[in-house]
């Protein structure tokens, strides 16, 4: 042993030496033509995946997938490993250590991977210690199998760590915070996030069926139009209106559509937003596989680009000042939070189709309301918000996955009276869900159908009642005329009937049955 030290300090000092004495253009010449040599004689090739590549400060995704496709495939192989928490901690991964090697088989074929260290060589001291260690895996594999492993190998092991990592990572539901926070100005501060834990799928999702295919289809193209959307020189994004009354699950699909994506969710609160360049750097940091989402845009922004705090009537901003003077506290315009918004309707149009296009990424935009006729057609119209679905009323179809979500039945004698009524009236899936639920634990499922029934039908006499009052307050309809129409002029249809005539007299006349 001490005779190869001997020789390598040895071979060491006359290589320094010769570094020395030989001009810089000559050493570069001579160190071609070694390498040249050892690649003639070498029967194997290697391929290096930096951690950082050269000039950038984020991590590979290259080395990123590499480290988890050996973690996840061959990490078996090896003695030593380091182990991360993965899956907001739900489960753990392993990677191999450095130095490590590993042969991984591929149609055949053996290569051999190892994780490298080295520290940059730099006269700056780092404060971070450690965090200076440059990492890169190696591929060695024979000459002879050149075509295959970069051919097929390569892209093999890419795909499915990507694949795997998106399997196990966590997604998270950003949310933004004012810039006065008390956090500073410090721009990464903007968003917070937390895990996102939403129960709702699209299986779970109560609506038309075909519609619901539709949409799935419609983000799985999404998800898998990089090339096309390259092709036609589009930014990799795609925008959804979701309308319709409350309760008639806009924000249970917006949930159902990033666990089908496995995508990030950022909730976008205009409001707490201060003006274009504040929404400009919040829109920056959205990270690239995520869906953006601005509930309620209707109450969020008009197109004068004032926005619409919650108090938008002036009397109420009066009689708030003078209790705040009373209270010998600041009004909202000496602190500076007059509702006056800087963010404007180009602002946000700006954002959708222009930033993004510079930093590709495939980005969903969802906007929600109740109200689709107050918006602004050049907010939604196609392009930028390319597909406008219409959450509706409660259908049969719909409670059918309710009543399998909530009470374990696909099929009942009930379901015939149920959908006779959900023709009639509109009733939003929230409502029937909340009747549907159990109270008890002891409430059986036979109970909880009649329950819904029941509201049903008390739904449904409280519409025509309301139908038929303003019916009969606009045609002034009498009694007696209700009567003679209707054929039942006894003394009970004037009395204890009257009600029950004059509804079906008045649904009838004015299609008030659908
Ligand atoms: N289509 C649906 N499928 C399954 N559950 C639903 C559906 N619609 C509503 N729900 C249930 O009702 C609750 C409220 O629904 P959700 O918040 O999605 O309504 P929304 O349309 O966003 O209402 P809003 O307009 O008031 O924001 C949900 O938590 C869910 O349990
Ligand atoms: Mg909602």
């Not at 020395?20 to 000559?26: F, H, K, S, T």
């Not at 003695?79 to 591929?106: F, K, Q």
């Not at 933004?176 to 721009?187: A, K, L, Q, R, T």
């Not at 918000?385 to 179809?397: G, T, V």
Request: with cysteine; proline share 2%.
């Amino acid at each position: 042993m001490g005779g190869f030290w001997d020789n390598f300090s040895t071979l060491l000092l006359i290589t320094t030496t010769w570094q020395r004495i030989v001009p810089d253009e000559l050493w570069d010449h001579i160190n071609r033509f070694i390498q040249k040599l050892v690649n003639a004689i070498n029967p194997y090739i290697e391929i290096t995946f930096h951690e950082l590549p050269s000039g950038s400060h984020m991590r590979s995704d290259a080395y990123a997938a590499i480290e988890v496709y050996l973690g996840a495939n061959l990490s078996q192989q090896a003695e030593r490993l380091n182990a991360n928490t993965a899956g907001g901690g739900r489960s753990v991964a392993l990677s191999i250590d450095d130095y490590e090697e590993i042969t991984d088989i591929y149609n055949g074929v053996k290569v051999w991977w190892t994780r490298s260290k080295s520290f940059p060589r730099t006269n700056v001291i780092s404060f971070y210690g450690r965090d200076e260690e440059r990492r890169a895996y190696i591929l060695k594999f024979s000459r002879r199998h050149r075509d295959i492993v970069v051919g097929s190998y390569l892209s093999h092991v890419l795909s499915e760590g990507k694949a795997i990592a998106k399997r196990n990572r966590r997604q998270r539901l950003y949310t933004n915070v004012s810039g006065d926070n008390g956090w500073g100005d410090d721009e990464k501060m903007m968003w917070r996030h937390v895990a996102f834990d939403h129960p709702a799928t699209f299986d779970t999702l109560a609506m038309d069926p075909e519609k619901k295919k539709d949409i799935m289809d419609d983000l799985v193209a999404f998800t898998k139009g990089k090339e096309y959307y390259r092709q036609i020189g589009k930014a990799w994004k795609r925008g959804y209106l979701l309308y319709g009354p409350p309760g008639t699950g806009k924000s249970t699909m917006i949930a159902a559509m990033a666990n089908f994506l496995h995508y990030d969710v950022y909730d976008l609160e205009l409001t707490a937003v201060k003006d274009n360049t504040e929404l400009r750097k919040l829109m920056i940091e959205i990270s690239k596989r995520a869906i953006i989402v601005i509930e309620d845009i209707d109450c969020s922004l008009d197109i004068t680009g004032k926005r619409r705090g919650k108090n938008t009537n002036e009397n109420d901003d009066d009689v708030k000042d003078i209790k705040d003077v009373i209270a010998n506290k600041a009004t909202d315009d000496e602190r500076g939070n007059n509702e006056e918004s800087k963010i404007t309707l180009s602002g946000l149009l700006n954002f959708i189709d222009g930033l993004w296009s510079a930093s590709g990424g495939e980005r969903i935009i969802v906007f929600t309301t109740n109200y689709v006729e107050r918006l602004d057609p050049a907010l939604i119209r196609r392009g930028r918000m390319d597909k406008h679905i219409e959450m509706s009323y409660c259908c049969f179809e719909a409670f059918k996955v309710l009543a399998k979500n909530y009470l374990k039945l696909e099929s009942h004698d009930e379901f015939e009276i149920v959908k006779c009524l959900l023709k009639e009236i509109d009733i939003s899936p929230a409502d029937v869900a909340e009747n549907l639920m159990p109270k008890s634990p002891e409430m059986s499922a036979d109970e909880c159908l009649g329950n819904l029934i029941t509201a049903l039908h008390q739904a449904k006499e409280e519409a025509v009642s309301r139908k038929a009052k303003k019916l009969h307050s606009e045609t002034g309809h009498t009694g007696s005329e209700v009567e003679q129409k209707c054929g039942t002029a006894s003394k009970e249809g004037v009395k204890t009937g009257f009600r029950k005539v004059m509804l079906r007299f008045l649904a009838e006349k004015y299609n008030c049955f659908r």
